[in-house]
C-alpha cells in the first residue's frame, strides 16, 4: 500500500527550513527518501531502518518512528538547489519498495 | 561506462504496436526495477527482478512482459501498446530488494519518456 506524504507541495524562501512527512498503514522495516528534479531521475537520499541506523550522504536530516510508522524528512536553511520533488518509499517485510506520490519543494530567492 | 543506462530515451509509437524499453546496469547488482511516473501517482512499481530468470510482478504489471537472461539486463516489452501507457519509465537497480534482512538504495536510470498515439 503507497505511504502518503504531506505536505503536497510547499513554497519556501532561500534560507527558511521545512519538513516533509511520510506515514504508512504497514509496519516498516526501512524508509528511503529521495529527491527528484524537473526532467531528471530520483537520486537517493537517504535510508532509515528499523532498529534506528541511518544511512545517508546528504546534509539533510531525517527520523523514523517505528510505533507510529511515520518518518519526517528535515530540511534546513533551504538552498535554491534543494528544489524539486522529494519521495519516501516504504518496505514492509517481504515487499519491494512501495514509493509516494511525492511532495513538490520549491526554493525561491 | 560504469552506472545504469536506459534505451531509448525517447519512443513515439501507435497504438496496437509492441515496444521495447532497454535498461542495462554494470554494478552487477541483483535487483532490478521498471517503474513508471505519471502525474499525480508518484513513481509505480511494474516488475521487479532478483536476479537472473527470476521476476515478478509490481503494483502495475498488466500489458508488460520482462525477461532477465542475463543480470546486467532487464527489458520491459509493451506486446500491445495502449494510450493509457504513455508515460515516463524509469528502470533502477540495486543490491538488494527489501526482501531480504538489509536494505540498499536504489539507482536510477536516466528515464524513456513513452508517448503511445
Known amino acids: 500500500q503507497q505511504p502518503v506524504q504531506s505536505p503536497q507541495a510547499v513554497i519556501l524562501r532561500e534560507g527558511e527550513d521545512a519538513v516533509i512527512n511520510c506515514s504508512s498503514s504497514k509496519a516498516l522495516y526501512s524508509v528511503h527518501w529521495y529527491r527528484q528534479k524537473h526532467g531528471e531521475a530520483p537520486v537517493f537520499l537517504m535510508i532509515l531502518l528499523k532498529g534506528g541506523e541511518q544511512k545517508g550522504h546528504e546534509k539533510i536530516s531525517a527520523s523514523f518512528n517505528e510505533k507510529k510508522q511515520q518518518s519526517s524528512l528535515y530540511l534546513t536553511a533551504s538552498q535554491l538547489s534543494y528544489s524539486g520533488t522529494y519521495f519516501c518509499?516504504?518496505?514492509?517485510?517481504?515487499?519491494?519498495?512501495?514509493f509516494g506520490k511525492g511532495t513538490r519543494l520549491s526554493v525561491i530567492a | 561506462d560504469a552506472g545504469i543506462t536506459q534505451s531509448p530515451r525517447y519512443k513515439i509509437t501507435e497504438t496496437g504496436r509492441q515496444v521495447t524499453l532497454m535498461c542495462h546496469q554494470t554494478w552487477s547488482h541483483s535487483y532490478m526495477f521498471w517503474y513508471r511516473q505519471d502525474l499525480g501517482h508518484g513513481l509505480r512499481l511494474i516488475y521487479y527482478?532478483?536476479?537472473?530468470?527470476?521476476?515478478d510482478k509490481g503494483e502495475v504489471p498488466d500489458g508488460y512482459v520482462v525477461s532477465r537472461s542475463k543480470t546486467e539486463n532487464f527489458p520491459l516489452t509493451l506486446e500491445s501498446a495502449t494510450r493509457s501507457q504513455t508515460s515516463v519509465y524509469f528502470c533502477?537497480?540495486?543490491?538488494?530488494?527489501?526482501?531480504?534482512?538489509?536494505?540498499?538504495?536504489?539507482?536510477f536510470g536516466p528515464g524513456t519518456r513513452l508517448t503511445v498515439t
Open positions: 533502477a537497480s540495486s543490491e538488494s530488494g527489501g526482501l531480504t534482512a538489509d536494505s540498499y538504495e536504489q539507482y
Open positions: 527482478s532478483a536476479a537472473a530468470d527470476i521476476t
Open positions: 518509499g516504504t518496505e514492509s517485510g517481504n515487499t519491494p519498495l512501495v
